[in-house]
């Protein structure tokens, strides 16, 4: 379970950069891994300076894998990033299910374009190291991409990957990384994907900047008018960038199917009849916040029905999806005022 208390005092107390190399140095020690060969660990480290209480602090929080490292720095956020990113993390419970249900081929490209910390990408490396037996720097240099709009965020990801690497005994280099500190809705992309995965940013009209809001309505179709989400714009742009048999899996918010705002993505989505299944959370939350969730699943096929199931009251969200099925929704029946989908 994440502590997040814990790390929420010493934010109080020690700047961010301190406790991220006091996190990951502990790591390292708890798991006896050799970081003095690393090209990227090595210089990070070379000025570190242990701060005993800081450091038995985080031995405090007990991590015992990469994921839950990985889930312990989101938690790292400048107070004036938290109203445009959240401070929660994606639990690797549904990371694994996204990623399993696209089941990603050997050679294909996989984007999270909005990547955070890198849970998305460790469930692939994870994934496909498990599934084709590939070596993980192969792995990040041809089947893994994402891109963020806080340098930081690739900084990390970039650490999480090469720790992530060391268990199996490799190391990365800067050069192998696709990994790329930008803006993924204001990007020229130049490359389409055989898979889009991730949890993009949830954040309202109101909290956007009015340069934001005119760029964005001026540029994307599901946000036209209205008091749209930012999540909206993603939907749109992940499909944009998959290829004609590509397939995209995000968890958002699951307010889009009947909320005034989320019509013209509605409209998108009958348009484009590119929802193959939705998984709703309904009023389960899986996140430390007052946000409701759902896992919706697009191709680039005309699909003639939506696959539709909600939680039952007696499940927990990770239980619920080892049971999740579901029912077809036929899209001609939907009305885009408002989805009532039905399981």
């Known amino acids: 379970m994440i502590k997040k208390a814990i790390i929420n005092d010493l934010i109080q107390t020690h700047g961010l950069y301190c406790i991220e190399r006091h996190l990951i140095y502990s790591y390292l020690m708890t798991n006896a891994l050799e970081f003095d ?54 639990p690797h419970y549904v990371v694994e299910f996204i990623i399993n249900e696209i089941r ?31 070596s993980i720097r192969e792995i990040v240099q041809h089947n893994i991409f994402g891109a963020d709009i806080l340098a930081y965020n690739i900084h990390r990801a970039k650490l999480i990957l090469t720790v992530y690497a060391l268990h199996h005994g490799e190391y990365l280099e800067e050069g192998d990384f696709n990994l790329y500190h930008q803006d993924s809705l204001r990007t020229q992309w130049d490359k389409q994907f055989d898979v889009v995965v991730g949890n993009p940013p949830y954040v309202k009209f109101q909290d956007l900047s009015a340069e934001d809001r ?77 946000t409701y969730t759902a896992i919706t699943f697009l191709n680039k096929e005309r699909n003639e029905a939506i696959t539709y199931d909600r939680i039952k009251n007696e499940y927990s969200p990770e239980v619920f999806l080892t049971h999740a099925n579901g029912s077809p929704n036929f899209i001609e029946n939907l009305n885009v005022k408002k989805w009532r989908l039905l399981k």
Do not use: M
């Open 37 to 90: 060969k690393s090209i990227i660990l090595s210089p990070y480290f070379e000025d570190f300076t242990l701060e005993p209480q800081l450091y038995f602090a985080i031995t405090q929080l007990n991590i015992c894998n990469i994921k839950e490292l990985e889930n312990y720095l989101e938690l790292l956020i400048p107070p004036s990033d938290r109203k445009l990113n959240g401070a929660f993390f994606t």
């Open 214 to 290: 005119k760029y964005l309505s001026d540029h994307w179709k599901t946000v036209e008018g209205g008091t749209f989400n930012l999540y909206f714009a993603f939907f749109e742009l992940g499909y944009t960038l998959l290829k004609s048999s590509g397939r995209l899996g995000y968890i958002t918010p699951n307010n889009y199917f009947t909320s005034l705002a989320g019509q013209a993505l509605r409209v998108f989505f009958q348009h484009e009849q590119c929802v193959t299944r939705i998984i709703d959370f309904s009023h389960k939350k899986v996140f430390d916040a007052q």
């Open 104 to 134: 990603p081929k050997e050679n294909d490209t996989n984007l999270d374009p909005s990547c955070g910390c890198g849970a998305f990408l460790i469930g692939l490396a994870d994934y496909y190291k498990r599934t084709f037996s590939k």
